[in-house]
């Protein structure tokens, strides 16, 4: 059964960069072809996917936040992170990592974390 944990601080100031960790057990993060993304949902709003990283380490971004996104991994902790830049209030989420896979082209997410929540306010 695949896991994933995130965790990183719930409170960031404006222009800072908002940092969290998805921290996965029970499968590699670089087994093919599965992708880890990071999902994140505003209070009242839906889920905004922002960006993804792939068993083979290559990343792609959601295009409104791709200047402010970047994803990383550490293989040797089975870790994939989130750097966010230049947070405003409008960041404030609940933030998620998520694995799926690519199904007929489109993406298909089978396993969550549970969601940190991260409130941007000085």
């Known amino acids: 059964q695949v896991q994933l944990q995130e965790s990183g601080p719930g409170l960031v100031k404006p222009s800072q960069t908002l940092s969290l960790t998805c921290t996965v057990s029970?499968?590699?993060?670089?087994?093919?072809?599965?992708?880890w993304s990071w999902i994140r949902q505003p209070p009242g709003k839906g889920l905004e996917w922002m960006g993804v990283?792939?068993?083979?380490?290559?990343?792609y971004y959601s295009p409104s936040l791709k200047s402010r996104t970047s994803i990383s991994r550490d293989t040797s902790k089975n870790q994939f992170s989130l750097q966010l830049s230049s947070v405003t209030p409008e960041d404030t989420a609940v933030y998620y990592c998520?694995?799926?896979?690519?199904?007929?082209?489109?993406?298909?997410?089978?396993?969550w974390g549970q969601g940190t929540q991260v409130t941007v306010s000085s």
């Open positions: 998520a694995r799926g896979f690519l199904w007929r082209g489109l993406p298909k997410y089978e396993y």
């Open positions: 029970g499968g590699s993060i670089t087994t093919s072809y599965y992708t």
């Open positions: 990283i792939r068993y083979d380490d290559s990343t």
